[in-house]
């Protein structure tokens, strides 16, 4: 019998997109990484079983990696690993009960308001004329993380730029107006 070895990344620089595959060929992303310190494929290390997720880095990107053994080991030692870990878990199931009722609850242009704070304020940095996300996003990623076509993604950034809320440049966004993106939320 084959032995698997199974191993976590943790990003010292760069991002991360974690997506998964459809039974028909369409790739569903699920989060973005991006900050140093941000760890993926954590759960095949817990459990042994296949992976639940694929990864792809977006750009330049530099990854630490550890081993399953040497990850219990860790946490054997340092209790207080074991904590923080559990902490990152729970954070990940609070996200994804938000995302799924996004997808169940709302339409496309407040599921990407939505996803806008979130990244401004994940990778936000604050400039003059309002919060810079400090991520290149292309429209397909974007419609991929709230669930939406291509097409439906970019027909709401062109009316959430229309309405000033926010500035697209190149594949970045800046936020504007997030108060008006958090009203969207709730309309």
Same mark, same amino acid.
């Given at each position: 019998?084959?032995?698997?070895?199974?191993?976590?990344?943790?990003?010292?620089?760069?991002?991360?997109?974690?997506?998964?595959?459809?039974?028909?060929?369409?790739?569903?992303?699920?989060?973005?990484?991006?900050?140093?310190?941000?760890?993926?494929?954590?759960?095949?290390?817990?459990? +042994?079983?296949?992976?639940?997720? &694929?990864?792809?880095?977006?750009?330049?990107?530099? !990854?630490?990696?550890?081993? @399953? *053994? %040497?990850?219990?080991?860790?946490?054997?030692?340092?209790?207080?690993?074991?904590?923080?870990?559990?902490?990152?878990?729970?954070?990940?199931?609070?996200?994804?009960?938000?995302?799924?009722?996004?997808?169940?609850?709302?339409?496309?242009?407040?599921?990407?308001?939505?996803?806008?704070?979130?990244?401004?304020?994940?990778?936000?940095?604050?400039?003059?004329? +309002?919060?810079?996300?400090?991520? &290149?996003?292309?429209?397909?990623?974007?419609?991929? !993380?709230?669930?939406?076509? @291509? *097409? %439906?993604?970019?027909?709401?950034?062109?009316?959430?730029?229309?309405?000033?809320?926010?500035?697209?440049?190149?594949?970045?966004?800046?936020?504007?107006?997030?108060?008006?993106?958090?009203?969207?939320?709730?309309?």
């Amino acid at each position: 019998m084959r032995k698997r070895h199974f191993a976590s990344s943790i990003i010292k620089s760069g991002q991360v997109r974690i997506f998964i595959n459809g039974l028909d060929g369409s790739e569903t992303s699920v989060i973005l990484f991006g900050k140093p310190g941000d760890i993926f494929g954590e759960l095949a290390m817990i459990d +042994g079983l296949t992976r639940s997720a &694929s990864a792809v880095a977006l750009g330049e990107t530099v !990854l630490y990696t550890m081993s @399953r *053994e %040497s990850f219990r080991q860790q946490m054997r030692q340092f209790p207080q690993l074991a904590l923080n870990f559990m902490k990152i878990l729970s954070q990940r199931v609070r996200y994804n009960t938000r995302q799924v009722d996004s997808l169940a609850t709302m339409g496309v242009p407040q599921r990407l308001a939505r996803k806008l704070l979130e990244l401004a304020q994940d990778y936000g940095r604050v400039e003059n004329s +309002g919060v810079f996300i400090d991520m &290149s996003l292309t429209q397909t990623n974007l419609a991929s !993380l709230i669930g939406a076509t @291509r *097409e %439906s993604t970019n027909k709401s950034l062109r009316e959430f730029r229309k309405q000033g809320w926010i500035r697209l440049d190149s594949g970045q966004i800046s936020i504007l107006d997030p108060d008006a993106l958090r009203v969207q939320v709730t309309a």
